[in-house]
């Protein structure tokens, strides 16, 4: 690891990065003694840091392998929501600092890195990131650490979890793929053709689009499941196209959907219908690899993202938007800012940094409970949008509710909050652009 | 029936890409006598130079005949400094293996360190569609498969046409009796490196033109189905590879028309197993190459 003074930030260099992935194999053998390790001595009993210590954020997500770049906006985020904790001097005094624990995107290598880091790193005490493809398994790993988690996956399972140290603030997949249908019948479009990768954080999202699409009077033309990095999508095209459909909605990592498109405008004699995919894919990858398939103009006008809602007005997005752009470890912070799942990384290390101030430890399982409690709505309760204002009435022993970048924070009994979607575009040079909101109670009566 | 015969057409462009690949793989494995893992990450490394080039404003064809020298001249410099020194110490089989699946990983991670982990693409380089009887090709796609024809035959007259092609097969067979004849199998391997290298290269280029957007996971990604084609083919048969990839490029387009195309690929190795337990030794097996060899 290499420390950056004065950041707070430490970064797995790549040379290091790659050894984890090499050494794999041989960290395979190790859950056993880290288990061991963890369960005799979970981070949250560990001895509490003394005020002007350094309290490490682990944010759990591929670093390394084809899905980095959802690593790499983890980061910022990270950087972001310490950068804001440290500027008003800390969680109890204690400078905050990124501790990149790479998941590799695999469920199966990330149970070692996971494990190994939850049992060697120094003063752990909240985590961000488990992201969908290793949420399964590496979200048990962190809650028998009693370590509280911001996750940012959208697997259904989490919306009724027991895991005690789990917070979401995003929405589950399939409330997102309601929200892809709202959008698409929202535009005009009946006539979908729905396009998934095979992997389980895309595959989440096709339920809610059937049922959304179903419930709003639309129509699916045709629901496909394709494999990731294929040398050739032609004759899946060709069924999709024969469909005759007015959208697609479609979810695929850059190098499947350049291929699929580039095949699509081939086939379709350089038609290719308005795509609506998630704020996900709201990269430099996915623009790069669509913008020279599909031209800037079809990029810019035709590719709706659909994903978590923030709002730029409000307070807190101003801070968070102040914050990113003076990390100096954030290389893209317009890019940062459009990804709402991403904005929920900075929420959580600024809720769980409140949390602690109100319960007066850093230690898991002592200040998860005060998590809510600094949320909740409750009457008497002082509005707050930075962690400055809310360390502020706290040591005037005020109770809070800290109205983040995605807004109101309103967990329900399995640590859920949904909040509201909105639709993105691409501007031209690959920042996001507003197209409009779509309310979370629009979606959840979808659901049912 | 259209549709079947559309699947067969793009069956044989994805084919042809992958047989481009198995062909080379083949010939390297069947003559040098090394199943070398490291041939994923050539390709990798193929398609980043050739993405370099392309920024130069070269010819995306001219790319590919360049990267395919680099790559035939870095593949001879691989053998020289890591395989043949492993052999003269007599490292088995199994454990060249070993030493070019840690060389892949090796290679492919210092391409990440170099170009990120990021995708990169050669932008649209299919050129125009043709159409000819249901069957629909991009320019590109017929390119590509007339180099991988051309190479393939090339590949063929030389083991069975040239002087330097019985070479080669002496070489594969027996390298201290080829040598007490008088061959100089040290150059006939680095031959044999630099072609198969060569075809590696242009396999990386010609898979980077196809997918349109690629990472440094692109070789290690197909090399399982070029593995698959070559063995299908039958080893050191470059017939066997090109009808190999044809097979699994089909397949997969046929299974990914008529069925979930989530499961384009595993019906393709379903027939890979089935054709292999009726003939285990491939489709063009080596004993009636060999007497067919024999006679020419």
Known sequence: MKARQGSGYREVAPARARRRRIVAPIAAALP????????ALPAGASARPHAGGTINVGVIGPMTGPAAEIGTLMSAACASGIHVVNAAGGALGNKLSCDLIDDTGDPADAVPNVTRALATASNLKMTVGLESNTAATTIPLVNNAQIPMFSTNGLVAFDKTTDRYFWRTTPADNQNGAAFAVWAVKEGYKRAAMIF????????????????????????????????????????????????????????????AAT?????????????????????????????AMEKVLGKSYVTKDISLVGSHIDPGSVAYRAYKAALYASPTVKNPALVLGVGVISSIYDGIVVMSLAMDMAHSTTGSVYNADIEKVTSASPGAVVVHTYAQGLAALKRHKAIDYVGVEGQITFDKYHNSPGNFSASAFNADGSPRSLGVIAGSEVQKLLG | ????????????????????????????????????????????????????????????????????????????????????????RGTSFVGIIIATVSAAIVLQYAIVVFVGATAHSFG?????????????????????ICTTVALMVGFHLLLT??????????????????????????????????????????????????????????????????????????????????????????????????????????????????????RPRGLFSAGAVTRRLANT
């Open chain 2, 1 to 88: 029936m259209k549709l079947l015969i559309e699947a067969i057409g793009f069956g044989i462009a994805t084919g042809a890409v992958i047989a481009l690949g198995a062909v080379g793989f083949s010939v390297q494995f069947g003559i040098s006598n090394v199943l070398n893992i490291t041939y994923g990450s050539m390709m990798t490394l193929a398609a980043f130079v050739g993405y370099a080039f392309l920024q130069l404003n070269v010819n995306v064809w001219i790319v590919m005949a360049i990267t395919s020298a680099v790559i035939g001249v870095a593949s001879v410099v691989f053998n020289r400094i890591l395989l043949e020194p492993l052999k003269r």
């Open chain 1, 197 to 256: 990768e095979n992997n389980i954080g895309d595959q989440g999202n096709e339920p809610g689009v059937v049922q959304g699409i179903d419930h709003l009077g639309g129509k699916i033309s045709i629901n496909v499941t394709i494999p990731g990095d294929a040398a050739s999508y032609s004759s899946v095209v060709e069924r999709v196209i024969a469909s005759h459909p007015q959208v697609l909605i479609a979810e695929a990592d850059p190098q499947s």
């Open chain 2, 124 to 144: 649209e380089q299919s050129g125009r569609t043709l159409t000819v009887l249901d069957l629909v090709f991009t320019t590109s796609q017929v390119i590509i």
């Open chain 1, 32 to 39: 056993i003694v880290g288990l061991g390790i963890g369960g």
């Open chain 1, 260 to 288: 699929f498109f580039s095949e699509y405008k081939q086939l379709n004699h350089g038609h290719v219908p308005p795509i609506v995919t998630g704020t996900d894919s709201l990269t430099p990858d996915y623009l790069s």
């Open chain 2, 161 to 278: 046409r040239t002087k330097i092609g019985r070479a080669m097969r002496a070489t594969s067979t027996n390298r201290t009796v080829a040598r007490a004849c008088g061959i100089r199998t040290e150059r006939i391997i680095d031959f044999t490196w630099l072609l198969s290298g060569a075809m590696c290269g242009a396999a990386g280029v010609a898979l980077a033109i196809t997918t349109v957007s690629f990472d440094f996971t692109l070789g290690s990604t197909f090399l399982i189905y070029m593995i698959a084609a070559a063995v299908l083919g039958g080893i050191g048969q470059p017939y066997g590879a090109m009808v190999g990839g044809l097979v699994v490029g089909i397949a997969s387009q046929v299974a990914g028309a008529y069925w979930s195309p989530a499961y384009q690929d595993v019906i393709a190795f379903v027939i890979l197993i089935i054709m292999l337990l009726v």
